[in-house]
């Protein structure tokens, strides 16, 4: 069985700080890791993905993880925050079976502080 | 627009109505998947078309929702007697391949039932 643990239910930062997202994992066989970004009122955008290539992923809007197997954690950063990136974000996991269904954390709302 | 689109973006309904929730996937797009978000948490996983197959129907919670996808394009979620607990938001995404490494999601339909 596959899940997902995001650390944190609310961030907070200050604009330009480094922002650090934390998502753990649980997964039986090698799975694909996703961020997502979700504004309000709006579906989910892709931020990034790890498919067992480079375990350190650039995604979009400055955004990149880390894939550690032996902390089961991909953990989202970025260096400077930007007032835009005020929203909710989302680490999911799918396995690498066809058409898996994928898994979603809870969640954790990033907040900007001017 | 070349994304995925949903319709109605927003609906209220009576406790105890029928309601049909559209998606209209990416052209080409193989797979799509129904997802419900209830309000603070991540989506959850409800069912999956490949073409116009059901292959996962595993997260429906009742025999109220009824999905299809009959030409293998556009697909309905349809709800009936409709309950308080099913006020969320149902989201739809879409994939390229039956192995849907990523997929593209819609803003949603958010659904109050009353």
């Known amino acids: 069985a596959q899940s997902v643990t995001q650390l944190g239910s609310h961030v907070s930062v200050s604009e330009g700080a480094l922002v650090l997202l934390r998502c753990n994992y649980s997964?039986?066989?090698?799975?694909?890791l996703f961020w997502y970004v979700q504004y309000p009122n709006q579906g989910l955008q892709l931020l990034l993905k790890?498919?067992?290539?480079?375990?350190l992923v650039k995604g979009i809007n400055g955004f990149e993880a880390e894939f550690k197997k032996s902390e089961t954690s991909f953990h989202l950063t970025k260096p400077s925050a930007h007032m835009s990136d005020a929203a909710e974000y989302f680490c999911a996991v799918r396995g690498y079976s066809s058409a898996s269904k994928i898994i979603f954390g809870s969640g954790t709302r990033l907040s900007i502080r001017p | 627009g070349a994304g995925v689109s949903q319709s109605p973006r927003y609906k209220v309904a009576k406790r105890g109505q029928d309601v049909a929730l559209r998606c209209d996937p990416i052209?080409?797009?193989?797979?799509l998947f129904w997802y419900q978000q209830a309000l603070g948490q991540g989506p959850e996983f409800l069912t999956y078309?490949?073409?116009?197959?059901?292959?996962?129907k595993s997260g429906l919670p009742s025999d109220r929702f009824f999905a299809e996808r009959p030409e293998g394009s556009v697909s309905t979620l349809k709800i009936q007697r409709t309950q308080q607990e099913d006020s969320a938001v149902y989201l739809c995404?879409?994939?390229?391949?039956?192995?849907?490494?990523?997929?593209?999601f819609g803003p949603g339909t958010r659904l109050l039932v009353l």
């Open positions: 997964s039986s066989v090698p799975p694909y």
């Open positions: 078309f490949q073409n116009e197959a059901q292959l996962d």
């Open positions: 995404a879409s994939s390229f391949s039956e192995v849907g490494e990523t997929q593209y």
């Open positions: 790890y498919t067992s290539a480079a375990t």
């Open positions: 052209s080409g797009h193989v797979s």
